[in-house]
């Protein structure tokens, strides 16, 4: 690996090479036997204006590159430095695309050196760092950054996490090396030279890697057993509590500037107390309690003096990361007894080694983002301890391939087979037997729950943190769903008898080695192509169906679809009767496939073809075809009590079409098949309570009064100090049709309060549809050269990803909805306003409301104050508690909706947050009043 290594970093004028777009800057850096030795770097006169975006991201200005060079000065000087070198950059089609282009228009040769990107080799060899953004990879590797976004700066970067990439490279076993080798040609960096050699030096070597377990070609690291010597512990809960939370005790000793919260204890308290009398909890915690400490506590004490598992439950994986990696550890500090935690997902989460070995030496062409897939697990197998796929992230469509090769795709193994051994989810499974903690998801809690508790441990008692979300997951784990993509990918994956996807591979081997006899390839892809038909006429005609429904009011829900709650009594007989009809014919011809796979089992049988894996598939794949026959049955052709409705993409293909049931009513299911079959359950959330009554929480989730404690636990900080609450009297009301007036008087309010807060705001939005024209009016209307807008749905990445982005911008404004009304956590300076654009009551038409108010009609009851009112202001204390996340924090909160204050029900909202003070005046004024709080 001594070669010579030439690192580019380009600052330009854009993104288009050449044509309209110039390098402003060039920064290059030189390593030789593995060490920096020698740098290059000027300015570029690009002959046109540098934009104020590119001024501001990089501080290079006009004048800056007056009287620099133009490229043609220097691009022989610029070339020769490439001679017999890699050229390596960190997105090396960037800065080569313009590199080449300008070479070429000046009229010298363009470069063919071997590449490496950096990019690239970062996620393959460093999967788990949280982001490959050269700036994120020099935090996530301790890199020194100085000047980020300067040509040389970027490219002193870059060769020093180059160096750092080779260091990793050379570290990886003799087994990984060689199947990277397989994989290089798929890579976009020329990788082969580096590895081949590296492949050679390691198969002379002495020092095999000890801590790897190598089986079937794949190095895994080998994991240590956690087997901490139980503990009995004889101190009452009291004592306990004392030595931890009282003066000098525990906590002070371990905690910086440790203040005393008297509801953090009392929530210990109370949860000790349920667990003791064997009564259920409803616990509302709110912002700064320190709620998770505060039963972590409890639990910890309560399964090592009773010897039984407490499990604990969240809804969102953060929540769960943080539990295992910031307050466990800090738990561990704090109490005097060893105890064993372990957490358990469902097996979708693990990887199957089995699955991925076969994958490996599969024989199929394979794209970019597979291959790259694929070289990110090998090197992420030989550092992870649990194989839990969330560690990493993975390109897009490598998710796809990564649902081939999870737990959940594996039939049951032989406990005596090698893999049995080395399976994730089989060591995760042992490590939760054996737990005092158990920490899970939601999903996983209820799918446990209506599988007659056969997948966790047994437990008596339990924790669910989040628990606002309860409901609304067992809903799920009762209902269905079934998608377009999902059944033809299926099809797509089993594919034709002569197209090379799975079955004519299949079919090839069986005919190299027997006569296929009974199974007919005409008769399977005759079949087959009617069946892929049938599925395009059913979701293009449900497709349509809809549209025509719904063709008064195309309203979107918050995820930007359009949907429509179906009844078989209610629709039109002629339409349905069709669609009844395609649905029928389309499973006669799912179990047309099926019976075909299994004459071709049988005939593989007959064959003596014994490989488990094929028939394993085989069986697999039949499976998933009866359960697409089970659910186009219970949706279209079985009356049932559930809420069923249908999704479309609204600016989608014509056949992207979501079908979902569930029942109208959880709460006896969950009474009978969850809360009478525990000792203690605990559920606990910053949102449970409304005008501090729990009555809303436990009706809805079938909580029995005679056995239940509620407790309301007050936040600790000073929010009559901390926070303003703010609506205008003066903005059109949005009830009666003015929506465009709304919008624009909302958006007005938003430029205005941004000048005062210099930004820092989070605007709440209750639909996907008003936010879209917010943002293209705000667009039109702000300063974008001194805010950045960042809008959910339409700038690019994930709620973190938006978040961060929002985050490392001075004067950003952050427009949300759905997921952005919690979980979001923006403490201090970064977030100093939130607007609450409407008062967060579920649209009427979306279906399972619509449902469930239909059965509050029947049942005699007020539709609005027993479903619609709750929610929205359990919803409403959700988007309240972004803003305040700290004692030091200050903030408005503008609420644009006045029904909070002219409404009869407006009483409601400002009842259920903590008190602050209220100001509802003219826009004018309340702008006048936050400067002057500010």
Known sequence: MNEKYVVIDLETTGH????????IEVGIIIIENNEISGEFSTYLNPDRPIPPFITNLTGISDQDVYEAPVFQDKAAEISALFDNSYLVAHNVPFDLGFLNGELAATGFSELHNPVLDTVELARILFPQAPGFKLEQLADYLNIVHDEPHRALTDAHMTAKLFLKLMKKLRSLPYETITHLLNLETGLKSDLYALLYEQQQSLAFANDKHENMDNYRGLAVKKTAEDNPEKQHTEISFGHFLDAIYEADGTMEKHMFQYEKRPGQREMSETVFDAFQSKNHAL????????????????????????????????????????????????????????????????????????????????????????????AMILVWLTETETGDIDEIQLPSSGYLFYRQISTDTERTIDPSSPWFSRSFYQKARR????ADILITNHALLCTDMF??????????KAIIDEAHHLEETASKHYGLTLHYVYVQNLLNLIGEANDGEWLGELLNVLQGNHDTGAFSGIEWNDVFSKTKNEVDDLFR??????????QKSKSLSDIGRIQYRFDENMEDPAQWTVIQEMVTRLTFYLRDLIHLLSSFKQQFVKANHTDHYDLEDLTTHMEALQSIIDRLEKLFLMDDDSVKWIELEAYGAKNAVYLYSEPTDISTMLANDFFSQKESIILTSATLSIRNSFSFSQTRLGLPSENLITAKINSPFPYQEQVQLMIPDDFPDVRYGNSDDFIHATCEAIISLAQITDGRMLVLFTSYDMLRKAYYLLRETIDINKYMLIAQGISSGSRSRLKKNFQMFDQS??????????????PGQDLSCLVIVKLPFQPPDHPVYEAKSNQFKHEGKNAFFEMALPNAVIRFKQGFGRLIRSSSDRGIVFVCDARIMKAKYGKFFTDSIPPVPITHDSTQRILEKAEEWF
Not at 16 to 23: E, F, H, L, T
Not at 431 to 434: G, H, L, N, T
Not at 451 to 460: I, V
Not at 813 to 826: A, H, N, P, Q, R
């Open 16 to 23: 288009s090479p050449v044509n309209p777009d110039k390098i």
């Open 451 to 460: 599988n007659d508790f056969q997948l966790l441990p047994s437990y008596d």
């Open 813 to 826: 404004i952050l427009l949300g909805t759905s997921s952005f009304w919690e979980g979001v956590d923006i």
């Open 431 to 434: 490590k939760a037997q054996q």
């Open 283 to 374: 616990i509302e915690a709110e912002t700064g309690t320190g709620k998770s400490l505060a039963y972590l506590l409890p639990a910890v004490y309560e399964a090592i003096t009773a010897n039984k598992k407490v499990v604990i439950s969240t809804y969102t994986t953060q929540l769960q990361s943080q539990l295992l990696d910031e307050e466990i550890p800090f738990i561990r500090k704090l109490v005097s007894f060893p105890f064993k935690v372990a957490l358990l997902k469902g097996k979708q989460h693990y990887i199957s080694l089995e699955k991925f070995e076969r994958a490996l030496a599969s024989e199929q062409t394979d794209n970019y983002d597979i291959t790259l897939t694929k």
């Open 541 to 550: 005609t449900l497709f349509q169906y809809v549209v025509e429904q719904k």
